[in-house]
């Protein structure tokens, strides 16, 4: 019987072999022939002395701000498709953790995000997208632990200043709202809950939240901190044991894949609670195929997360394409799913949270580094990682030099995976196209040697997974439309009835908040209106403009006639404007240049190349008044640009030389309510 075993098993690693050089190029090679090839280390993968930390999951941010905006627009089936690819389990990314913003009105990297209170005495739980994407999330996968964090405040919790903490109280009730929202409006379990991202923690806010939350009935809700650096809540968590007894998990932003001694001292959970930031290339995908395992191996980081989900927002704002997939044009259909989604598949697909790294785990003598994870059932994945300085590095932080050359690799299942007969292998191969591999399954490779070894040949910015499981996949779908710009000719009238979200498509707030609206004193042509909803400035995150601005369209368009109706709600002191080629946005929305076409209440009008109003091309007189509806319209053509009011020309041949292009705009001269209609925009280029 040994004899046959031993024979199959050699027919069976012939077959492994052959079959993966003729689809990969090289194979996981589970050949004791590997170490003739090249000398390398050996790996011992053991639980006798016990297992290491418990692992809390892989997951991606959803905010930080307003990164899934343009998502929600998509039509079916592209946008499930999309859902699917992030959420599913065994089919793409399979995230365990998704982390949303709690939108607090304020511009937090590439837009702003509504508050579900706007106002002291307003609640509404049906405000912006990260609901809905937390519902489509749980209905891929029931398990899915979901993560709030807030980056801004409305602006009334602040009473005057930028400042969340002047009523420590009122904060967390503000925030606990929101949990108790989410679950009676939405039927959603937030899990964890953290305190004011990338800014200043005040302990006794964070006593408070959980003194509140335990109030409501809410003991399961863990909180996080400070979702900034180790320090100084590790240290201050040290100091003060009630501190200590209070928070559950400390998160650290860009750690570089290190902790810091007061961290580990704590002897709490330690996540890196965002992490990635990079462009969703190949460099991108060895970024986080490295984070991934390193993050524990060097600062025993038990959950990475990804900002951000999906790149879902205009690519020229800040940080374009650092999604682990890219949805950016909901009007074509077009998606593309990037390497990171199948990076990520490689740890999501075979681990769940709940399971446990081994103590034996660890860098590669070559270069590279394994982990090993195992549910205490059986079962056992192994994640080997052999990325290069060149094709790894994150935006940041500095990555210093190291070195990665060819190794063979020699693993030894010992304690209770020593009778494990067989492991499935996917493979991914990152660098020059002609070698480049996505999550490939690769033949199983058989363990019958009776001291349980095998050997891997590895090579540069490879990517293996090895497991007793044998559900991972890699999902698939027809391939959605051609990428297409923006239409050139393009209408909103707002006039619906019950929309699905309550930001009008497209649109993308960058400063203010703009909701669809029922004007109920006016029910004809402007009873569906567009209004800009704020009339204070928030507690902000980034640097908020003065004037609040919503940008719409193709970054490309030079020449264009923009038309909307607008009315002014704020008497003498009011003022909107419609814009184009306005070449800035998120958190670089204050020295937005442009077009800007500004009427006033106060019977003036001008024409500026900025937002901030330093750049005045012309300005005069014009019969405009407060609460009553007028027409503007701005035409753009090479170097010259005019206006029109009411159908007839206010301004004409005006000379603008910069920018040259950039997306139309519609806004408010300050934190003041107005609305908007009948959007039009026309561009030849």
């Known amino acids: 019987m040994a004899e046959s075993l031993l024979e199959a098993s050699w027919r069976r690693r012939a077959k492994a072999m052959t079959a993966a050089a003729g689809s990969a190029g090289r194979a996981a090679v589970p050949l004791l022939l590997c170490a003739l090839l090249a000398p390398g280390g050996t790996y011992v993968l053991d639980d006798l002395d016990g297992l290491g930390r418990e692992f809390d999951g892989i997951g991606a941010v959803s905010g930080g701000g307003a990164t899934s905006r343009l998502l929600v627009n998509y039509r079916e089936p592209y946008r499930s498709q999309i859902l699917d690819y992030l959420f599913k389990p065994n089919f793409g990314a399979s995230l365990h953790i998704l982390k949303v913003e709690i939108g607090g009105d304020g511009q937090t990297t590439d837009g702003t995000e509504p508050s579900h209170m706007h106002y002291a005495l307003d609640e509404n739980y049906f405000r912006g997208y990260e609901w809905w994407l937390m519902k489509e999330a749980r209905k891929r996968n029931p398990n899915i632990t979901l993560v709030g964090l807030p980056w801004s405040f409305p602006g009334w919790l602040g009473k005057g200043f930028n400042w969340p903490y002047v009523n420590i109280q009122l904060t967390a009730y503000y925030v606990v709202a929101w949990i108790v929202g989410a679950k009676h409006y939405h039927n959603l379990d937030i899990d964890y809950i953290g305190i004011w991202n990338e800014r200043t923690f005040d302990i006794s806010y964070i006593k408070m939240l959980r003194k509140m939350l335990n109030h409501q009935g809410l003991e399961q809700v863990k909180i996080i901190a400070s979702d900034n650096l180790w320090e100084p809540i590790s240290a201050s968590m040290l100091l003060d044991s009630q501190l200590l007894k209070v928070i559950d998990v400390i998160g650290a932003h860009y750690p570089g894949t290190y902790s810091v001694r007061d961290a580990k001292l704590t002897e709490k959970k330690l996540w890196s609670s965002e992490d990635f930031s990079t462009l969703n290339n190949d460099v991108g995908a060895g970024c986080w195929g490295r984070i991934l395992n390193q993050n524990y191996i060097n600062g025993h980081m038990t959950a990475t997360i990804a900002w951000n989900l999906v790149a879902s927002y205009y690519e020229q704002l800040p940080y374009g394409g650092c999604g682990l997939m890219t949805a950016q044009e909901p009007w074509s259909g077009h998606y593309e799913v990037e390497p990171p989604i199948w990076i990520s598949a490689h740890t999501t697909q075979f681990t769940q949270?709940?399971?446990?790294?081994?103590?034996?785990?660890?860098?590669?003598?070559?270069?590279?580094?394994?982990?090993?994870?195992?549910?205490?059932?059986?079962?056992?994945?192994?994640?080997?990682?052999?990325?290069?300085?060149?094709?790894?590095?994150?935006?940041?932080?500095?990555?210093?030099?190291?070195?990665?050359?060819?190794?063979?690799?020699?693993?030894?299942?010992?304690?209770?995976?020593?009778?494990?007969p067989e492991l499935q292998v996917w493979?991914?191969?990152?660098?020059?196209?002609?070698?480049?591999?996505?999550?490939?399954?690769?033949?199983?490779?058989?363990?019958?040697?009776?001291?349980?070894?095998?050997?891997?040949?590895?090579?540069?910015?490879?990517?293996?997974?090895?497991?007793?499981?044998?559900?991972?996949?890699?999902?698939?779908?027809?391939?959605?439309?051609?990428?297409?710009?923006?239409?050139?000719?393009?209408?909103?009238?707002?006039?619906?009835?019950?929309?699905?979200?309550?930001?009008?498509?497209?649109?993308?707030?960058?400063?203010?908040?703009?909701?669809?609206?029922?004007?109920?004193?006016?029910?004809?042509?402007?009873?569906?209106?567009?209004?800009?909803?704020?009339?204070?400035?928030?507690?902000?995150?980034?640097?908020?403009?003065?004037?609040?601005?919503?940008?719409?369209?193709?970054?490309?368009?030079?020449?264009?006639?923009?038309?909307?109706?607008?009315?002014?709600?704020?008497?003498?002191?009011?003022?909107?404007?419609?814009?184009?080629?306005?070449?800035k946005g998120g958190i670089l929305i204050r020295s937005a240049r442009g077009v800007f076409f500004w009427i006033f209440a106060n019977g003036t009008y001008r024409v500026t190349g900025d937002i901030a109003g330093w750049f005045i091309y012309h300005l005069g007189h014009v019969d405009v008044t407060a609460k009553k509806w007028y027409t503007l319209s701005l035409t753009i053509k090479g170097s010259f640009c005019s206006g029109m009011l009411n159908g007839k020309p206010l301004w004409t041949d005006v000379r603008v030389n910069f920018p040259k292009n950039g997306w139309a705009a519609i806004g408010t001269y300050s934190f003041e309510f107005a609305q908007f209609d009948n959007f039009q925009v026309e561009a030849q280029s």
């Open 427 to 583: 493979y991914t191969k990152l660098g020059k196209p002609s070698k480049k591999f996505l999550f490939k399954q690769l033949d199983p490779i058989w363990i019958l040697d009776l001291n349980g070894h095998f050997t891997l040949e590895l090579e540069e910015d490879e990517l293996f997974t090895l497991t007793t499981l044998t559900t991972g996949q890699k999902g698939s779908y027809p391939l959605p439309p051609e990428s297409q710009p923006f239409p050139p000719v393009y209408k909103d009238d707002f006039n619906i009835y019950d929309p699905p979200f309550s930001e009008a498509p497209n649109f993308a707030d960058q400063t203010g908040v703009f909701e669809y609206f029922v004007n109920r004193d006016d029910p004809g042509e402007h009873h569906f209106t567009l209004r800009q909803v704020l009339n204070q400035r928030p507690i902000t995150w980034a640097a908020d403009a003065s004037n609040t601005i919503s940008i719409i369209g193709d970054y490309e368009w030079s020449n264009l006639t923009i038309t909307c109706d607008v009315y002014i709600e704020t008497p003498d002191r009011g003022g909107v404007f419609i814009a184009g080629r306005v070449n």
């Open 353 to 420: 949270p709940g399971w446990y790294y081994l103590k034996t785990v660890g860098h590669l003598e070559k270069g590279g580094s394994y982990v090993a994870l195992t549910d205490g059932l059986g079962n056992l994945t192994i994640i080997i990682e052999t990325m290069s300085h060149k094709y790894s590095m994150c935006i940041r932080p500095f990555l210093p030099y190291f070195n990665v050359s060819r190794q063979v690799a020699t693993f030894t299942l010992k304690g209770s995976f020593s009778q494990i």
